[in-house]
């Protein structure tokens, strides 16, 4: 294994790492400000990590947008989950990527949009992520989305 190599497991682990304690922050029912903040830098890092990867994808990518909308929309800013959703849909749509993800992406502008009162984009949304999560084939996968969608008040 070369030095470069090394480097690039390294940070995969690190994504990785970052990714699932940020999502163990997010599972949380009530959080501090510094959980809050830490919950932040996590999916920043494990974004920033997944980009230093060399051999990463845009599922990747998409599925990293997707955190940092959600830990943002959890922490009630909505511009930033928007900014989020919207590259996690970019990205999701340029690169043809699964139904499930595209779903997902649709998922946190929905969030977003309910966050920033913006009632009619948010119908939108939802009602395309559930377009969405109907073409997804894995079951799991599909009850999962739908069952995020639910969690949603708009």
């Excluded at 790492?17 to 163990?24: P, V």
């Excluded at 511009?79 to 499930?100: G, M, Q, T, V, W």
Aim: charged share 25%; aromatic share 12%; proline share 2%.
């Amino acid at each position: 294994m070369t030095v470069k190599d090394k480097s690039t497991f390294s940070h995969k682990q690190l994504a990785v790492k970052c990714f699932n304690a940020t999502w163990d922050l997010l599972d949380m029912t009530d959080r501090t400000k510094e959980e809050e903040e830490r919950m932040l830098h996590l999916a920043h890092s494990s974004f920033w990590h997944w980009t230093q990867v060399d051999n990463h994808t845009p599922k990747n990518l998409s599925i990293g947008y997707w955190q940092l909308s959600r830990v943002y929309a959890t922490v009630g800013n909505g511009e930033r989950a928007y900014f989020y959703a919207e590259r996690c849909l970019d990205i999701s749509l340029e690169s043809n990527i699964e139904p499930f993800y595209i779903g997902y992406a649709y998922e946190a502008l929905t969030r977003a949009n309910v966050l920033l009162a913006q009632s009619d984009p948010a119908k939108l949304h939802l009602q395309l992520a559930i377009e969405y999560a109907q073409k997804v084939e894995n079951e799991n996968e599909k009850e999962m989305l739908l069952n995020d969608l639910k969690s949603i008040a708009i």
